[in-house]
């Protein structure tokens, strides 16, 4: 079974850090470009960050840049997003997927960005 497990959100303070992890199985991992995106409360997911298959390319919505990194480790077959200087804006379900999309998607993992 082809499938996407996303880990590590949490409650944090404003200014904290995270890093969330996204596990693949069931399919070849490493040829795949990966994806973080986050969906707010009451507002649409959005992408967040990309990583090429072989990590060499990444890419960042403009509010993340050099706050969040985005990696991968093809012989553990995961993707990781570390979080940093979090901002109340921060707060989402994060969710993982490659392109093409893996449907259904995962669950996502939840960040709650608060005092």
């Known amino acids: 079974q082809q499938q996407l497990v996303e880990s590590g959100g949490g409650l944090v303070q404003p200014g904290g850090s995270l890093r969330l992890s996204c596990a693949a199985s069931g399919f070849t991992f490493s040829p795949y470009t990966m994806r973080w995106y986050r969906q707010a409360p009451g507002k649409a997911r959005e992408l967040v960050a990309s990583?090429?298959?072989?990590?060499?390319?990444?890419i960042y919505l403009d509010s993340m840049k050099g706050r969040f990194t985005i990696s991968r480790d093809n012989a553990k077959n995961m993707t990781y997003l570390q979080m940093n200087s979090l901002k109340p804006e921060d707060t989402g379900v994060y969710y993982c997927?490659?392109?093409?999309?893996?449907?259904?998607w995962g669950q996502g993992t939840r960040v709650t960005v608060s005092l």
């Open positions: 990583i090429s298959s072989v990590g060499g390319t990444t």
């Open positions: 997927n490659r392109i093409p999309a893996l449907l259904p």
